[in-house]
């Protein structure tokens, strides 16, 4: 009797508002935030006040030349599905492509490769004008090889001659941790070949 008497008791205590424990909750989290160094206002002025403030790692800048073929024998990209009924080009509304392209030390196509560059290309606006691009750089030569990193963003048609900029979501091995950005210029066009070369400027922080 003793037992059940006290779990009555208990069964007779007020419940907590489940409302009021979630406001508990999330007032203790949001001040064991703002105990770190990075608060969410922190993060947003970050890059006005200081290069370094919440990503203190040393900055690396890479270049390299993508090799494309977007043709022929040696194609590094093909089309592997698209809208029924409409043809598979780079300016088609739904087109995927798929893509595995060498590149390397130089613009020349005979320099030393030091990677693959290997994703996808998605015709994701209805215009043809953009692109939807996740894809990772695989480094397998010189200091970098064994690691690789993360790229996504908005691109823009094969079409295009323009500058394009990527985020740098992250990496491994050396490039573990690391945020930036790239961009990606064509520098070399040989149409009657299907052939064109992109420079890569990449800049990341390890963070």
């Known amino acids: 009797m003793v037992i059940l008497s006290r779990y009555l008791l208990l069964a007779a205590k007020p419940l907590v508002p489940l409302d009021a424990v979630y406001s508990s909750f999330v007032s203790a989290m949001f001040f064991q935030f703002q105990d770190q160094k990075c608060n969410f206002s922190d993060l ?3 890059n006005h006040r200081d290069r370094d403030y919440c990503c203190g790692g040393k900055e690396t800048k890479i270049t390299v030349y993508l090799q494309l073929f977007s043709g022929g024998p040696n194609a590094t990209t093909v089309a592997v599905a698209g809208a029924p009924g409409r043809p598979r080009t780079p300016t088609e509304f739904g087109t995927i492509y798929v893509n595995d392209s060498p590149f390397t030390e130089s613009i ?3 320099s030393p490769t030091v990677g693959r560059s290997q994703g996808l290309y998605v015709a994701s606006s209805r215009d043809g004008l953009y692109s939807f691009d996740p894809f990772s750089f695989m480094f ?5 090889n064994g690691s690789t990193l993360e790229f996504q963003g908005l691109g823009y048609s094969i079409q295009n ?3 394009t900029e990527f985020s740098v979501l992250s990496g491994t091995k050396i490039f573990r941790y690391v945020r930036g950005y790239a961009t ?5 066009q040989i149409p009657a070949r299907n052939y064109t070369v992109t420079m890569a400027n990449i800049t990341i922080r390890r963070c």
Do not use: K
């Not at 990606?184 to 070399?188: M, T």
């Open 44 to 46: 947003i002025e970050a």
């Open 108 to 110: 020349s196509i005979n």
């Open 140 to 144: 397998t030569d010189g200091q970098y």
């Open 161 to 163: 001659t323009s500058v």
């Open 184 to 188: 990606f210029l064509a520098v070399r």
